[in-house]
Structures are given as structure tokens and as C-alpha cells.
């Protein structure tokens, strides 16, 4: 009796093994840049039912912190949450893997301190570039997308946003900006959204400015962005303050509410 148990359990053990499968939640693509001079890293995540051959397009949603060990497990999983319950359409996200944020997501500064503190900072204007010249045209020419783009960005990565918005608008036309380090180069961008917003043809975009209980500075110069685009014809401006969430915590509360209310104004 002992021994057949024993094989029983042996041969339960191996059928369970046997039946075991990798949880995929999307797939990594390394895209070579020629304007950054090295590799990206992008894992890109396709809703359930999505086929290539398919005639169905999908809305893009671009992480700008898209690692792994980032935001992209984690915003993936309330797109699909989102979409089971219906409250979103399905979408495609493309993280994009961080290699220096601090050099991607923030334009040159005039602050010493700054220089000294963040000696690898300024790049931003090529990142910018990577991404409407070789990102965007490699998930179009790869993927079925449609004309909705999306961008989130926090911290440095909503900075970044912030930038793209007021400089090149055209190339999202959904901004999701969550805790924006606006003090960067003593709130230089900040201090010229009026001026640099004015100069574009925006029209039908939305942005979303998110902000938690993350100090006066972070609170008043989200609000003063956030009121100086408002006077932008073209933008639809939406402000939130989280009184419960800090800086490492708002991201998910603001993203699954930012989303409802995004596609809210569709039902």
C-alpha cells in the first residue's frame, strides 16, 4: 500500500509539472536607435483577442517609466481590469525600460547645484525625438494601432510630458502627468507655458494633471500648470488633487482614476 501510494504521488507530482505554463502578460522587443545611439528595451503588452491579421485597431498607451520593475506590470494590470469591466477599450501599452531617466526626461539646466547633483541630465530633446521618429513608427508599422495616443509619465517622467505637451503637442493627444517635477531649472518650463503652447495648432487633446500631499511646491506649480494650460484653446485640461496619496503612492489611484474619467466622456 505504502509503495503504490507512493507512486501515486509521484505520478501526481509529474503531471503537475508537466501542466505547468509561463504567465505572459507581454512581450520584450529591443528597438535599435539611432538617435539615442543604443538599444531600447520595450515590453509591449496586446489585449486579449488581438490579432495581427485582424482588421481591429487599437488605442496606444505609452509608459515612459516601462520597465519591468516599474510601472508597466502594474499599469497593464488595471488597463485590463479596466477593460473587463468595460469602463476602457482594449489597448496596446509599450513600456519603454528605463537606461538613465534622469538624462531622457529632463532639457539642459541652468542650476549649478543641479548639474552637480544630476551630472548626466539634459537630454531630453533626443528622447523626445526617439520617441516621434522611431518609436511611435515602429509600434504603427508593427502593431494595429489607431489614431489614440496616450502618455504617463510621473515624477521626472511627467516633467517630460509636461515638455512634449508644450513644445511638439502633436505627439500624444492624451497627456496622463502625475506628480510633474516642475522645480527643475528653477520652474523654467513652468514659467514658459504661455508662451511655447501659443506657438502650436493644438486641438482635441486631453491632459490630466494629477497631484498628492507631496509639499508645497509640488502642489502649487502642478495647480499653476494646470491653470495655464486651461487658457489654451485646443486643450482640455482636467486637475486632481489626491489629499490621501504621496509620491510613492499616487501613481496607481491617479492612473485608474484618470483612466475612468478619460473614457467616461465617451459613454
Not at 120 to 138: M, R, Y
Not at 145 to 153: F, L, P, Q, R, W
Request: aromatic share 10%; charged share 25%.
Amino acid at each position: 500500500m505504502k509503495k503504490g501510494s507512493l507512486f501515486f504521488l509521484l505520478l501526481l507530482i509529474a503531471n503537475f509539472c508537466l501542466a505547468q505554463k509561463n504567465l505572459i502578460i507581454g512581450k520584450t522587443y529591443e528597438l535599435p536607435s539611432k538617435i539615442l545611439n543604443e538599444n531600447r528595451v520595450l515590453n509591449i503588452y496586446t489585449p486579449e483577442g488581438y490579432h495581427p491579421d485582424s482588421t481591429k485597431t487599437y488605442p496606444v498607451i505609452y509608459l515612459l517609466d516601462g520597465s519591468v520593475n516599474e510601472d508597466f506590470i502594474h499599469i497593464t494590470g488595471l488597463v485590463q481590469f479596466l477593460t473587463m469591466i468595460e469602463a476602457m477599450p482594449k489597448s496596446i501599452i509599450v513600456g519603454i525600460a528605463n537606461v538613465d531617466r534622469r538624462k531622457d526626461f529632463t532639457f539642459p539646466t541652468t542650476i549649478v547645484k543641479d548639474k552637480t547633483d544630476f551630472p548626466t541630465t539634459g537630454s531630453s530633446t533626443k528622447f523626445i525625438n526617439f520617441l516621434a521618429e522611431e518609436l511611435q513608427p515602429f509600434v504603427e508599422n508593427n502593431f494595429k494601432t489607431n489614431e489614440s495616443k496616450t502618455v504617463i509619465g510621473q515624477s521626472f517622467g511627467a516633467l517630460l510630458a509636461t515638455e512634449i505637451l508644450i513644445k511638439r503637442a502633436h505627439i500624444f493627444n492624451n497627456y496622463i502627468i502625475v506628480s510633474p517635477s516642475l522645480w527643475w531649472d528653477n520652474e523654467s518650463l513652468l514659467n514658459h507655458v504661455d508662451d511655447k503652447i501659443n506657438r502650436q495648432k493644438i486641438s482635441n487633446i486631453n491632459v490630466f494633471i494629477a497631484v498628492g500631499e507631496e509639499g508645497k511646491v509640488m502642489k502649487e506649480d502642478a495647480k499653476k500648470l494646470a491653470e495655464s494650460l486651461l487658457k489654451s484653446k485646443g486643450l482640455k485640461v482636467s486637475f486632481e488633487f489626491f489629499e490621501k496619496e504621496n509620491h510613492l503612492t499616487i501613481l496607481h489611484n491617479s492612473i485608474y482614476q484618470t483612466l475612468l474619467k478619460m473614457y467616461a466622456k465617451g459613454k
